[in-house]
């Protein structure tokens, strides 16, 4: 056992008890909080597949929680089916959604990529927006199950599968094969990977992960309509956690969500007026300092010091 | 005739459009940075003008040069102090970078210039002239005329003058240029600062003919996208044929399939053009 995988292990072991007794002892302010932390985290797990390990940087993320919310909303409040049956559906939406769309668009490289899902997740939205049995615009009302701490715990259980796939992932043939092709496609299409196999299911896996999310967030909110379910801004988000804490590592989304989520709750509970610009700020000083994110700057911050702010400047200026 | 007078709104709409995208082209091309804080130096300029015409009482027209001026000054300064930072870094982080400085401009817009939405309305903003039983609005006019002379000053500006061929030597091979002696960084503050400043103008324009607020960016932004990759980054004329092939589809699609669908057509169009032909409709085959 590599020394990478104890620490992984170890902070799974040590925290996860932790994190669940939360419910128990914290306030019901805090639990709503968690939730949305963990619901975050779990985005970003999920984006950290076809974007850290993959290197296809999806804005189409938001259209797989989007669908997964509304397998939810349709299964539950026009059908009157129970939660996981509307998980399930969600699921299939948005498995069978990558599957189709992955094919001509993950053919497309870096940025021309980025837009194409982009242009998806706006075309889904209006489509959406203009299907009855999604409610329209007007959106889906869900029934009310008032428990937090159920939902706390189900984002915490649906964060340590999406964990454990990506710890699976580090260490499988799978994942060698994503990283290869994050590298040089052309030379992973060499060594006899089969590229648009591997990137469809990978996006398959992403999609998967991020629809759970979708429908244990829609079911927790009661209420979704597309400009919420389908919203981009959520996109940005996932690709900044992910990227603040560590792209292709597994612990590094987790922890830049959670970092990030506390930060911007503080800030905008202490400070209301200035939240935003510090979240600005505090982007535009990470990829200046620490471009490889929180799980780089932990292993090098030990050795290098200070000085690994400089080195980070100086191998990445012009 | 109903079908004549959209087209004709569409076209100078699109004109518009393109001056929007061009500036984000230029970058994206050159730099290979995908500049999501463009909407956003769109809006600054666009607040530039605002204020030139409402305080100095300059006309806006005559008020665009210097918009442009000062967002020249302000893209260099960002380029310089910021960007030149991280430009060799992985692609994710430049992208990232510049959302964080569409958070900031927008949150410093809103604290200066308020929330409230505005109009640059000269006494001549409601003139409209008769072409043939078309209604032609003046200022739309005006505004599509400046912006295809700037497509094309920019054209001719990369293809013949020494900083455009520098410009030009960059994106092709950055090392060459530097053995030639071209100082990248400079050149690379050059390119950024003549994209925003066609951001400028572009709001100072956009100011004229619809309302701003600080949080127009974003929006801008998309719509300035879709421009870039119809048309292509190679140059500056497959931007106008984009602008003007956006501008004309939204119109067309605002009357035959309702005003809400302009979005999924021009996104729509967008996810077809890049599978179909990803380096634009007019760039070159890969």
Redesign the interface.
């Known amino acids: 056992m590599t020394s990478r995988t104890r620490r992984i292990l170890l902070t799974l072991v040590l925290g996860l008890p932790l994190l669940a007794a939360v419910p128990w002892i914290a306030s019901p302010v805090l639990v709503q909080f968690g939730i949305n932390m963990l619901i975050m985290a779990t985005l970003a797990q999920g984006w950290n597949i076809i ?1 850290g390990y993959t290197g296809y ?1 999806s804005f189409g993320n938001s259209v797989f929680f989007g669908l997964g919310a509304y397998g939810v909303g349709i299964a539950m409040a026009q059908f009157e089916q129970p939660f996981w049956i509307g998980l399930g559906l969600g699921l299939l939406l948005a498995v069978v959604f990558a599957l189709a769309i992955g094919l ?2 993950l ?2 490289k ?3 990529f ?3 899902t ?3 997740a ?2 889904v939205t ?2 959406v ?1 203009n299907v009855p049995i999604a409610g329209q615009n007007v959106g889906l009302v869900l029934p009310l199950l008032k428990s937090d701490v159920l939902f706390y715990e189900l984002s915490l259980g649906l964060l340590l599968v999406a964990t454990l796939v990506v710890f699976w992932l580090s260490r499988s043939r799978f994942g060698l094969a994503l990283i290869a092709i994050r590298e040089s496609e052309e030379a992973a299409a060499v060594m006899g990977v089969n590229a648009t196999r591997y990137k469809i299911l990978a996006f398959m896996l992403s999609a998967a992960l991020t629809s759970l999310a979708g429908g244990v967030y829609a079911y927790y909110i009661t209420f979704i309509d597309p400009a919420g379910a389908f919203d981009i801004s959520l996109n ?1 988000k996932m ?2 956690m992910a ?1 603040f804490g560590g ?1 292709g590592t597994v612990l590094g989304p987790v922890a830049g969500a959670l970092l990030l989520s506390v930060l911007s709750e503080v800030l905008a509970s202490k400070v209301t007026n200035i939240a ?2 510090f ?6 000083a990470a ?2 300092l620490m ?1 490889r994110g929180l799980a780089d700057l932990t292993q090098k911050f030990r050795r290098s010091g200070w000085r690994y702010f400089a080195q980070n ?1 100086r ?4 | 005739m109903l079908l004549a007078q959209v087209l004709l709104n569409g076209l100078l709409l699109g004109g518009l459009y393109a001056l929007m995208a061009l500036g984000l082209a230029l970058v994206w091309g050159v730099l290979n940075i995908v500049n999501l804080s463009h909407g956003a130096f769109i809006m600054l300029g666009a607040y530039a003008t605002y204020f030139l015409f409402t305080q100095a009482h300059l006309d806006p027209f005559l008020a665009l040069p210097f918009a442009a001026l000062a967002l020249f000054v302000l893209g260099y300064a960002v380029q310089r102090g910021i960007l030149n930072l991280v430009i060799r870094g992985p692609m994710f982080n430049t992208l990232l970078i510049t959302f964080g400085l569409e958070v900031v401009i927008t949150f410093l817009a809103q604290l200066f210039f308020s929330a409230d939405f505005r109009t640059i309305n000269p006494v001549y903003a409601g003139t409209n002239f008769d072409l043939g039983g078309l209604t032609v609005p003046q200022v739309q006019l005006m505004a599509f005329a400046i912006a295809i002379g700037l497509t094309l000053g920019l054209w001719a500006f990369l293809l013949h003058s020494r900083p455009g061929r520098s410009i030009r030597a960059v994106s092709q091979n950055l090392l060459a240029a530097q053995l030639y002696g071209i100082e990248p960084r400079r050149i690379y503050a050059v390119t950024f600062g003549l994209g925003t400043a066609l951001a400028g103008v572009a709001g100072g324009l956009y100011g004229t003919v619809s309302q701003i607020n600080p949080y127009i960016g974003t929006a801008l932004t998309a719509k300035s996208f879709v421009i870039a990759i119809i048309g292509g980054l190679d140059n500056p004329l497959g931007v106008i044929v984009g602008g003007l092939f956006l501008g004309v589809a939204e119109s067309l699609t605002a009357l035959y399939i309702g005003p809400t669908y302009t979005d999924v057509a021009s996104f729509g169009i967008l996810v077809l053009v890049l599978i179909v032909k990803p380096t634009g409709l007019l760039g070159r085959t890969a």
């Open positions: 974007g940087s001509p668009v053919r497309l870096g940025h021309y980025a837009i194409a982009l242009g998806l706006e075309v209006a489509i927006s940005v690709i900044i990227v792209p935003g610009l979240f600005g700020l505090v982007i535009i990829v200046v471009p400047i191998d990445h200026r012009l």
